[in-house]
Structure formats: structure tokens, C-alpha cells
């Protein structure tokens, strides 16, 4: 099999191949004189509003129960002490939602016994939930909150006891 340019589609090729690369060596530099159109009505990537700014605080039981979500606002809930930011899971988190018993409050034993009852909640006026009394499994299980948790919604703080200062 052999090249020749005496056929149409070889030529045509060849004619091709030549000027992507005349393209590719010198490419143009000329300044549009116009600008493009294409984005005429802005840039549809851009959300409407900036997320609203988070500090890294320290909570209390206290503190932490006025970010319940039953006022429309932001939702927080505690883990082993860590604070995060749920108000993107509002369906879950908020308050008609499976795991709304927990905003506001530290979830640690409810999550580490995959209990959703109210009984797991430790009032907000004692002494944090030490939860010494965990087996290694339950244990485990709420280190696997705190990974699936700190992967999929903002740290916010750290959960103390009342008398460490109020906010």
C-alpha cells in the first residue's frame, strides 16, 4: 500500500494535517474587538448569595441548644465533643426530620447506639455525657459518625461543659 497524492482524500488530508499544524506553530494573537457574547447575562456558575461566614466557636449545652433549627436558622449538633454544622441536612437534622432530636444537643450516645430516642440526649443544664460506659463496638460505630460527619459538614467548634463560659 502506498501514499499518493493523485487520490482526492489523500490530498485533502494532507492539506489538513498541515494546517493544524501551521495552527498549533504559530497560533493567532490577534485581540478580539468585541467582547464575547456568550456570557452576556453573567456567569451562571456564581451562586446568588455567599454562604453565610462560620468562626470556629466553643459551645456549651446551653449555647448549643439555640441552634436547634426550629427558628429557621442553623443547625448544630455535637459528637465526641467536636461541633459540626448541619444546616445542609435540614431534611435529616432539622425538625420534622429522623435525626431532628439531636439538633441542638450532643449526639454522641445516640449515635454511638444507633438510638434515635430522646432518652440518649443528655439535658442541657448537667454535666456533659462521659460515655464511659460504651462497649469498643459502640465506641467504633460513633468513630464512624465523627469520620462520615467531618467528610460531609463544616466543624464548627467544640461542645464544653456550662460552666466553662457561655457564649
Same mark, same amino acid.
Given at each position: ?55 470556629? @466557636? ?8 439555640? =441552634?436547634? !433549627?426550629? #427558628? +429557621?436558622?442553623?443547625?448544630?449538633? /455535637?459528637?465526641?465533643? @467536636? ?8 431534611? =435529616?437534622? !432539622?425538625? #420534622? +426530620?429522623?435525626?431532628?432530636?439531636? /439538633? ?64
Amino acid at each position: 500500500m502506498s501514499f499518493s497524492l493523485s487520490h482526492p482524500v489523500n490530498t485533502a488530508l494532507l492539506l489538513y494535517i498541515l494546517y493544524l499544524l501551521q495552527r498549533i506553530i504559530v497560533p493567532s494573537t490577534s485581540i478580539p474587538r468585541t467582547p464575547p457574547t456568550e456570557f452576556k447575562a453573567g456567569y451562571s456558575w456564581m451562586p446568588r448569595t455567599h454562604a453565610p461566614s462560620l468562626l470556629y @466557636t466553643t459551645y456549651t449545652p446551653r449555647t448549643l441548644a439555640k =441552634f436547634s !433549627g426550629l #427558628d +429557621g436558622g442553623r443547625i448544630l449538633l /455535637a459528637i465526641a465533643g @467536636t461541633v459540626f454544622d448541619v444546616t445542609a441536612g435540614r431534611g =435529616f437534622y !432539622g425538625p #420534622d +426530620g429522623m435525626y431532628g432530636n439531636f /439538633a441542638g444537643r450532643d449526639a454522641s450516645r445516640g449515635m454511638a447506639k444507633q438510638s434515635f430516642d430522646s432518652e440518649m440526649l443528655t439535658p442541657i443544664d448537667q454535666p456533659l455525657d462521659k460515655l464511659g460506659d460504651l462497649t469498643p463496638e459502640e465506641i467504633e460505630n460513633m468513630k464512624g459518625w465523627i469520620e462520615h460527619f467531618t467528610n460531609k459538614y463544616v466543624v464548627c467548634g467544640q461542645l464544653v461543659e456550662n460552666d466553662a463560659g457561655e457564649l
